[in-house]
């Protein structure tokens, strides 16, 4: 049971690159969940599904898009790298709202 | 707008103190309440849940309580060890949407052998 990954760990991008994040979980969890975390931050929330098809944005979500065509996957893209967009990436899934959630272990981008 | 605020921002006691983080909340309108653990590097680890109708929850040498009337949450971690060093956070689910969790930005907690 891997529970929720996330690729990659680390990436540099250059400013205007584009890249996607991947996240994966193994729990059949209904809920997903992209967070940010910048420095001395709490986290904030850019995107989330509630299931397979179903997305909303969240407080950040300018700069990113989403998509959740499987259970499963929840990707994150990133369109025209800024530097505002350095920061710690981490994905989460819960089966629902009674629940507790299981965090990937994030990936850092820094982007220059 | 709910705001989380943790107190102090870092904390430093010698191994075995018993010890007290804070966590204080604005809107008293919540969803539930939930305690995380983040290593350096690593993603985070749910700790506990407690829900807006309970007033504590334990596991282990974790206990955490809730009193929403005036806005705080407190984790008591017992007989403390080095591996407890972590950062703690909390978050809150706000009452008008359970999907959104809302963070304070966490207290450093380092325990000294």
């Known amino acids: 049971n891997a529970g929720v990954t996330q690729t990659p760990k680390f990436r540099i991008l250059k400013i205007g690159q584009s890249m996607t994040l991947q996240c994966t979980q193994d729990?059949?969890?209904?809920?997903m969940y992209w967070y940010r975390q910048d420095p001395g931050m709490g986290l904030k929330l850019i995107y989330y599904?509630?299931?397979?098809?179903?997305?909303d944005k969240g407080e950040v979500p300018n700069g990113y898009n989403v998509s959740r065509s499987t259970t499963e996957d929840f990707p994150l893209r990133l369109e025209l790298a800024a530097p505002s967009q350095t920061s710690v990436y981490f994905c989460?899934?819960?089966?629902?709202?009674?629940?507790?959630?299981?965090f990937g272990s994030g990936t850092r981008l820094t982007v220059v | 707008k709910q705001e989380v605020t943790q107190i102090p921002a870092a904390l430093s006691v010698p191994e075995g103190e018993n010890l007290v983080l804070n966590c204080s909340f604005t809107d008293s309108a919540i969803y539930n309440l939930q305690w995380f653990r983040q290593d350096p590097g690593k993603g985070l680890t749910s700790l506990l849940l407690i829900q807006s109708s309970q007033r504590e929850q334990t596991s282990g040498r974790l206990n955490a309580s809730l009193d929403k009337s005036s806005g705080r949450s407190t984790l008591y971690i017992a007989a403390s060890q080095p591996g407890d060093s972590a950062t703690y956070l909390c978050a809150v689910s706000r009452g008008d949407s359970n999907y959104q969790l809302i963070w304070g930005a966490g207290t450093k907690l380092i325990i000294k052998p």
């Open positions: 989460a899934s819960r089966p629902d709202s009674r629940y507790g959630y299981t």
């Open positions: 599904s509630v299931g397979a098809g179903i997305t």
């Open positions: 729990m059949n969890h209904n809920y």
